[in-house]
């Protein structure tokens, strides 16, 4: 018959919280929000600056072109401008 329900043996076995921390967890309130234990303290490092971020994109061969081309205002380069550069290059 279809639809009808397989017939699963299923043993419903008493587990006590020690044993069932899923469950345990879930079931817990979450901490407040100032707690020392949650609280995740990240500090950024002091080299990304806009100047040095700058700095390393023209130094990339690959990046140095898109940025000349898109502060030129020109628009897309043409393909002969493009096609001897490197892959990465062609993908922008």
């Known amino acids: 018959m279809a639809g009808a329900p397989a017939r699963i043996p299923l043993v419903i076995e008493h587990r006590p919280g020690k044993k069932h921390g899923n469950a345990d967890t879930l ?3 979450p901490c407040p929000s100032n707690c020392k234990h949650c609280i995740v303290t990240a500090q950024p490092e002091d080299k990304w600056s806009p100047a040095a971020i700058r700095k390393d ?3 990339d ?3 140095k072109p898109i940025l ?3 502060e ?3 628009g897309r380069p043409p393909w002969p401008d493009v096609s001897d550069k490197g892959v ?3 993908s922008y």
């Open 57 to 59: 994109q023209l130094a």
């Open 68 to 70: 000349e081309w898109k």
């Open 61 to 63: 061969k690959d990046l």
């Open 72 to 74: 030129a205002g020109t």
């Open 27 to 29: 079931s817990r309130r």
């Open 88 to 90: 990465a290059l062609k």
